[in-house]
């Protein structure tokens, strides 16, 4: 029986994407998902299907620039389990531009879901974990976590932020409490349709081509859960083979 049975794992921005694949992979191999996003319909659908397939899942509207509804997705998932094992925080958007185009409050919304919505999943999970004795943080990062390019430098500087707090969280949070950053290169997703600046769009469209699909990185994520209490997989990148930068 694989490992990720019976753990209870909170998943943002779980209506599509990453996260959608891997509330769907986590489900199949017996988790307790429990799913927040802002589209309550999408994650009502998937939580259905899950379901429907025989797994458990439970689902919450979340905003996660919004402290008290992370904290709220937290004690769903305790309240309904007696336990949490694993706060995967995924929830991003990446709406691509260049500085001079002064989008600024895109840049914002980058800042606040990206990095605040991480340091919430921070604040939510963190007491409960050092209560329990236990507990992982996942953090979704991206390829741009480590090198920038033009229309992307507020887009990764969110990500080199990400990177750094999982670090620090890693160093600090105890001998107990695992710590991943998983970042991904370029992935099948809805993530794009955020971009408003009609270059960077055509840009992406390109670089876009070679796109492995969600559930490539929902494996990973598996894999860094279903190790033993012990060990911990602190960074994985993983990107498509064709992908150069
Ligand atoms: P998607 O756009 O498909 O998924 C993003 C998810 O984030 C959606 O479920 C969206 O749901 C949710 N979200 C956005 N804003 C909020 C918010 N304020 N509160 C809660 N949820 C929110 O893209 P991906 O699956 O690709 O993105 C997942 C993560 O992977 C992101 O952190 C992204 O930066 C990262 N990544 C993706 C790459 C790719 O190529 N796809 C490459 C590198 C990193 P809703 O709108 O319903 O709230």
Not at 59 to 81: H, N, S, W
């Amino acid at each position: 029986m694989s490992a990720i049975n019976g753990k209870v794992v909170v998943i943002t921005g779980a209506s599509s994407g990453i996260g959608e694949a891997t509330a769907r992979l986590l489900a199949s191999q017996g988790a307790h998902v429990v799913i927040g996003a802002r589209r309550l319909e999408r994650l009502e659908a998937l939580a259905s299907a899950i379901r429907a397939e025989g797994g458990s899942a439970e689902y919450q509207q979340l905003d996660v620039t919004v402290l008290d509804q992370m904290e709220a997705i937290i004690r769903l998932a305790q309240g309904r389990f007696g336990r949490l094992d694993v706060v995967l925080s995924n929830a991003g958007v990446m709406p691509l531009s260049p500085l001079e185009a002064l989008k600024i409050d895109e840049w914002n919304r980058m800042i606040d879901v990206n990095i605040r919505g991480v340091l919430h999943g921070i604040a939510a999970g963190l007491p409960l974990m050092k209560e329990q004795g236990f507990g992982h943080f996942i953090n979704v990062a991206s390829i741009g976590a480590y090198a920038v390019s033009p229309t992307a430098a507020v887009y990764c500087a969110t990500k080199y932020a990400v990177r750094a707090i999982t670090e620090g969280l890693r160093q600090e949070a105890g001998r107990d409490i695992r710590v991943t950053l998983v970042s991904p290169g370029v992935t099948e997703s809805e993530l794009a349709e955020s971009i408003t600046d009609d270059k960077a769009r055509q840009l992406m469209k390109e670089y876009r081509r070679d796109a492995i699909p969600a559930s490539a990185i929902a494996r990973a994520i598996a894999y860094a859960i279903e190790q033993p209490a012990d060990v911990d997989v602190n960074e994985l990148v993983v990107r498509p083979t064709a992908q150069l930068a």
